[in-house]
Structure formats: structure tokens, C-alpha cells
């Protein structure tokens, strides 16, 4: 029961549930570069952004946890390091995929930030009405 709990909890934050970013992901990501940018104002975007990044990989952790205490049936010893450094690396190849396809022009991303630094969610809203229309 643990580890289902666990490994869903952890498909809610990882990139493999795209569709819950705005319900999940992007909240909390949102609250850890506030907490930030309490203690240094310039830092909210790209606090936010390792944020996002941050939950995408506790996502993967978590998911790997919870397989592994669903399929186990003998307690045995874990390497948090190494499962730690596979998170990081799954999730920084996941990143640079995603960078190279926004940079190839392959993913359009809508123009959230204004030129003076305000968010416009006008183009997000637009695009979400146009996806469950």
C-alpha cells in the first residue's frame, strides 16, 4: 500500500504526467521560488524554474521508490546515491530534450513573460481554451 502511495505521488510530480503541470507541478514550483525570493526579490522566475525542475526529479525518485516496495518482498539494502544520481541524470537528459525541442522550434511555447518582467497568462488561457474546446 506504501509503495503505491508513493510511486503515485511521485507520478504526479514527475515529467511523465504533463498533463497535471498546471494542477501540481507548476503550484509547487511556484511556492518554493516565492519562499526564495523572500530572502533575494530577483529570484522568483528562476527559483520557480529549478523548482519545477526539483519536482520533476523527486517525481522520479519517488516513483522508483515506490516500484521497488511494491516489487520487493525481502527488505533489502538501498543505495540512495546511485538511485539519487539516476533521478538527476533522467531528468537532466528530460530537460535538455526539452530545451533542444523549444530551441529547434519543434515545441512552441507561449510568450508568458511580458518585456517588463510580468506574467501574461493570456496566451496560457487562450491556448487551455483552445485545447478543451
Given amino acids: 500500500m506504501r509503495g503505491g502511495l508513493v510511486f503515485g505521488i511521485g507520478y504526479m510530480l514527475s515529467p511523465l504526467s504533463w498533463w497535471n503541470d498546471l494542477v501540481f507541478n507548476l503550484p509547487v514550483a511556484y ?3 516565492y519562499v526564495v525570493s523572500r530572502f533575494a526579490p530577483e529570484t522568483l522566475i528562476p527559483c520557480t524554474i ?4 526539483l519536482s520533476n526529479v523527486l517525481g522520479i525518485l519517488m516513483m522508483q521508490w515506490g516500484v521497488l516496495d511494491v516489487v520487493q518482498n525481502q527488505p ?5 546515491k546511485r538511485e539519487l544520481l539516476a533521478s538527476l ?3 537532466t537528459v528530460y530537460t535538455v530534450v526539452i530545451l533542444a525541442l ?6 512552441q511555447l507561449p510568450e508568458l513573460i511580458a518585456d517588463d518582467g510580468s506574467i501574461n497568462l493570456r496566451p496560457l488561457m487562450s491556448w487551455l481554451d483552445s485545447v478543451w474546446s
Avoid: E, K
Fill in 31 to 33: 511556492g518554493f521560488g
Fill in 102 to 107: 523549444v530551441q529547434f522550434n519543434v515545441l
Fill in 89 to 91: 541524470a533522467t531528468s
Fill in 50 to 53: 529549478a523548482g519545477y525542475w
Fill in 76 to 80: 533489502q539494502p538501498r543505495h540512495l
